[in-house]
T-cell receptor, first 116, second 115 residues
Framework: NAGVTQTPKFQVLKTGQSMTLQCAQD?????MSWYRQDPGMGLRLIHY???????DQGEVPNGYNVSRSTTEDFPLRLLSAAPSQTSVYFC???????????????FGEGSRLTVL | AQKITQTQPGMFVQEKEAVTLDCTYD???????LFWYKQPSSGEMIFLIY??????QNATEGRYSLNFQKARKSANLVISASQLGDSAMYFC????????????FGKGTRLHILP
């Protein structure tokens, strides 16, 4: 079972470079989201999506773009990387809550990004 | 606005003792869900337990139980008979079911189980 797949797992960028973190899920989940994890800050929501064609900003969206053209994929783009974006990034998906599902998040393994 | 607060950055507990990890939340939405996740040193996020805002009874999953006090807006995680493998970061999270469905997390509590 693949679940949620994130790539790459590690990346080093120079300030000003751009990159895309890929995220794919094979569970047909409507909800997908991106978080960043920094020491002492917990997981902070960057962007999320409740379905294909729909995205919304989370708690810390500045410097990041997302799109959701399919149910399966939810890439996160850094247009001009900054050292403040050095972090561990998690992609997560969940079913919409209902009688059969609590709506808990299923996480990818994380991507460690360093911006020099 | 939604808010999750975990006030214990770190805790040390003797093995086999019970431990309570605190979580308070704030939301104006009457329909919401509360979750706890464990993150061991290996980094993966492990779902532990869920409580819905309309659930009448506290959720339990094996050694984990959620002490849900709706009027006080608290959702504390109780781990009974702690084990060395329980040493990890623990995160409380909340999902607003009606408004925008987003899920936010607290800052976490690092739990150390002492032999």
């Amino acid at each position: 079972n693949a679940g949620v797949t994130q790539t790459p797992k590690f990346q080093v960028l120079k300030t000003g470079q751009s990159m895309t973190l890929q995220c794919a899920q094979d569970m047909n989940h409507e909800y997908m989201s991106w978080y960043r994890q920094d020491p002492g800050m917990g997981l902070r929501l960057i962007h999320y999506s409740v379905g294909a064609g729909i995205t919304d900003q989370g708690e810390v969206p500045n410097g990041y773009n997302v799109s959701r053209s399919t149910t399966e994929d939810f890439p996160l783009r850094l247009l001009s990387a900054a050292p403040s974006q050095t972090s561990v990034y998690f992609c997560a998906s969940s079913p919409i809550p209902g009688t059969q599902a609590a709506g808990e998040l299923f996480f990818g393994e994380g991507s460690r990004l360093t911006v020099l | 606005a939604q808010k999750i607060t975990q006030t214990q950055p770190g805790m040390f507990v003797q093995e086999k003792e019970a431990v309570t990890l605190d979580c308070t939340y704030d939301t104006s939405d009457p329909s919401y869900g509360l979750f706890w996740y464990k993150q061991p040193s290996s980094g993966e996020m492990i779902f532990l337990i869920y409580q819905g805002s309309y659930d009448q009874q506290n959720a339990t999953e094996g050694r984990y139980s959620l002490n849900f006090q709706k009027a006080r807006k608290s959702a504390n995680l109780v781990i009974s008979a702690s084990q060395l493998g329980d040493s990890a970061m623990y995160f409380c999270a909340m999902r607003d079911m009606n408004r925008d469905d987003k899920i936010i997390f607290g800052k976490g509590t690092r739990l150390h189980i002492l032999p």
